[in-house]
């Protein structure tokens, strides 16, 4: 049966989505890594990373690397470590306007605050108030 592409990059994108796997394909960006070192960095149960390494295994993303009773996990491809810095090139423009949207707002608030302090000054008739 035939998968359209949307599919297939859908279902792609599906089995990134979870953060102890995005956290695994960082820490293999720069090569191979223990399993051992995995657990210590990420800080999960064993059998769930195991779960996880599974996933990113079948999905032929990253391979396994055994060395006598050592096994390390390394990234199938460059591709992958371009997706994620990819994904923090967008992640950081997203931020920026979301940082440039904030900054707007504060000002508005700043400029709403002090409108009906100028507007207390004035009377019901719109002249100034007296000062005592």
Same mark, same amino acid.
């Given at each position: 049966m035939h998968v359209p592409l949307y599919q297939a990059k859908a279902d792609f994108f599906r089995m990134l989505g979870h953060p102890v796997r995005i956290r695994v394909l960082e820490l293999l960006q720069h090569g191979p890594v223990p399993v051992r070192d995995l657990l210590a960095d990420i800080d999960i149960e064993p059998s769930s990373l195991s779960q996880q390494l599974a996933v990113l295994r079948r999905s032929g993303i990253v391979v396994s690397i055994r060395e006598g009773s050592t096994v390390s996990y390394a990234l199938a491809g460059g591709d992958v !470590? /371009? $997706? +994620?810095?990819?994904?923090?090139?967008?992640?950081? /423009? +997203? +931020? !920026?306007?979301?940082?440039? $949207?904030?900054?707007? +707002?504060?000002?508005?608030? %700043? %400029?709403? !605050? /002090?409108?009906?302090a100028a507007a207390s000054l004035l009377t019901d008739r719109g002249s100034p108030r007296p000062t005592p």
């Open positions: !470590a /371009e $997706l +994620l810095r990819a994904a923090r090139r967008i992640l950081t /423009e +997203l +931020l !920026a306007g979301q940082n440039q $949207l904030l900054s707007q +707002l504060q000002q508005a608030d %700043t %400029t709403a !605050a /002090e409108v009906p």
